[in-house]
């Protein structure tokens, strides 16, 4: 079994990725970057991929260091599959995290065996749990992560695209790490559609709402992860959701 743990910094201005942590032979360690690797003093690899395709048609979108850091973190399984890398699993986290937990196999064992092969954590604000996509929105706006207008736009698409969704269903994930299986069918749809409205629709740059919103959407229920520290905050601290 083979995992690749992935991680993603874009932009002049990088967040500091964790500087040493323990590293198994048997796996892979990928940092996706935009800048040189003399930026970072890491035990991650360094992966300029500036020059994909898939990163260079995003240079003209607001917000584009974003964006482009979402190509690694959500379509990793297409990213690896065009550098000739393959894999079981792939386990991602925000830059500052890194993987610790050492017997992985207790966990890809349940992602194997699960219906949808994605593993998540449940958000960790119970406002949000509770109050769903609405909720976040909120909370983006308060917290001046995004704003007013560019929310507006994103909660009117959604209702557009799939009035159905209930924008306030008690139910959030968070997407600061998750793990899933390589050749998992839904997962690739389902980031396939999560990419092509991320990248094409006038919505927020933030990517929980849209990707809580395709869960619903698409029915899938993630493996929610529990028990284990998988991933751990190892460059800086106070993590915030938003």
């Keep these: 079994m083979k995992i690749c743990f992935i991680t993603a910094m874009f932009g002049s201005v990088c967040d500091t990725p964790a500087p040493s942590f323990f590293k198994n032979p048997d796996h892979d360690y990928f940092l996706f970057t935009d800048v040189d690797a003399n930026r970072f003093n890491t035990d991650?690899?360094?992966?300029?991929?500036?020059?994909?395709?898939?990163?260079?048609?995003?240079?003209?979108?607001?917000?584009?260091?974003?964006?482009?850091s979402r190509y690694p973190k959500f379509m990793s399984w297409e990213l690896l599959e065009s550098l000739g890398k393959t894999?079981?699993?792939?386990?991602?986290?925000?830059?500052?995290?890194?993987?610790?937990?050492?017997?992985?196999?207790?966990?890809?064992?349940?992602?194997?065996?699960?219906?949808?092969?994605?593993?998540?954590?449940?958000?960790?604000?119970?406002?949000?749990?509770?109050?769903?996509?609405?909720?976040?929105?909120?909370?983006?706006?308060?917290h001046r992560k995004d704003s007013k207008e560019r929310i507006e736009k994103t909660i009117h698409f959604f209702q557009q695209y799939d009035p159905s969704v209930r924008l306030d269903y008690p139910q959030y994930f968070e997407n600061n790490r998750f793990m899933y299986k390589f050749q998992d069918e839904k997962f690739r749809q389902i980031t396939s559609e999560f990419w092509d409205i991320?990248?094409?629709?006038?919505?927020?740059?933030?990517?929980?709402?849209?990707?809580?919103?395709?869960?619903?959407?698409?029915?899938?229920?993630?493996?929610?992860?529990?028990?284990?520290?998988?991933?751990?905050?190892?460059?800086r601290y106070g993590f915030h959701s938003y």
């Design 198 to 235: 991320y990248t094409k629709e006038d919505i927020t740059y933030r990517d929980q709402p849209l990707w809580n919103y395709l869960l619903l959407k698409n029915n899938l229920k993630p493996l929610v992860h529990t028990t284990k520290i998988l991933f751990q905050e190892l460059g």
């Design 87 to 142: 894999c079981d699993f792939v386990g991602y986290c925000d830059g500052h995290m890194a993987p610790v937990f050492q017997n992985w196999s207790q966990i890809t064992d349940k992602i194997q065996a699960h219906d949808f092969g994605f593993l998540q954590s449940i958000h960790h604000n119970k406002d949000v749990l509770n109050g769903g996509i609405l909720r976040e929105v909120q909370e983006i706006v308060k």
């Design 44 to 68: 991650w690899q360094i992966v300029n991929i500036k020059d994909h395709p898939r990163i260079k048609e995003l240079d003209s979108n607001p917000n584009a260091a974003v964006r482009k």
